[in-house]
T-cell receptor, first 109, second 113 residues
Framework: GQNIDQPTEMTATEGAIVQINCTYQ??????LFWYQQHAGEAPTFLSY??LDGLEEKGRFSSFLSRSKGYSYLLLKELQMKDSASYLC??????????WGAGTKLIIKP | DTAVSQTPKYLVTQMGNDKSIKCEQN?????MYWYKQDSKKFLKIMFS???????INETVPNRFSPKSPDKAHLNLHINSLELGDSAVYFC????????????FGQGTRLTVV
């Protein structure tokens, strides 16, 4: 079966750096997405990786290793507004998005 | 302008009723989706639809049916509602089935009592 694994919850301090990991086993691979979802709101797009390596976008970076079935989202200079769930999703060989359950990130002052 | 809008935002109804959730996108996308997010926070695809193909997740009961009057709309009809249908339902759209990201509506919280 297809599976996306992420930690359920993480806690970090304002101003610090946090890395959220995602491992996947899917039937084929056509890209990996990271989304942010604040409580009670819709997911919003953060990043997309299809080739190995690091994609940087402001305070957020996302890394992909296809051979390891592994990605991480790196958040720098954490702000209180970064408290949210972070969802990893993989597009499989049928171009369907397979979603992880999300990582709830709690930021403390 | 709202990119993907769905109504209603909250829906409370009794078991056995039939209900619909509407979704509209003004992004010009050609593919729309319905997702269910349950209490465990998993986002599960229910349907994906473009003007060529409807893809149904085989685990979705046939009480659920998508209706698309045109490319900008994909409504979700649910017959004979059950307690287990309580969840947040998200509509989304993207351009084609390629590599572009999906844009989500604000969600409809359905509670079946």
């Amino acid at each position: 079966g297809q599976n996306i694994d992420q930690p359920t919850e993480m806690t970090a301090t304002e101003g610090a750096i946090v890395q959220i990991n995602c491992t996947y086993q899917t039937s084929g691979f056509n890209g990996l997405f990271w989304y942010q979802q604040h409580a009670g709101e819709a997911p919003t797009f953060l990043s997309y990786n299809v080739l190995d390596g690091l994609e940087e976008k402001g305070r957020f970076s996302s890394f992909l290793s296809r051979s390891k079935g592994y990605s991480y989202l790196l958040l720098k200079e954490l702000q209180m507004k970064d408290s949210a769930s972070y969802l990893c999703a993989v597009r499989d060989s049928n171009y369907q998005l397979i979603w992880g359950a999300g990582t709830k990130l709690i930021i403390k002052p | 302008d709202t990119a993907v809008s769905q109504t209603p935002k909250y829906l409370v109804t009794q078991m056995g009723n039939d209900k619909s959730i509407k979704c509209e996108q003004n992004l010009g996308h050609d593919t729309m989706y319905w997702y269910k997010q349950d209490s465990k926070k998993f986002l599960k695809i229910m349907f994906s639809y473009n003007n060529k193909e409807l893809i149904i997740n085989e685990t979705v009961p046939n009480r659920f049916s998508p209706k698309s009057p045109d490319k900008a709309h994909l409504n979700l009809h649910i017959n004979s509602l059950e307690l287990g249908d309580s969840a947040v339902y998200f509509c989304a759209s993207s351009q084609g089935s390629g590599v572009t990201e999906a844009f989500f509506g604000q969600g409809t919280r359905l509670t079946v009592v």
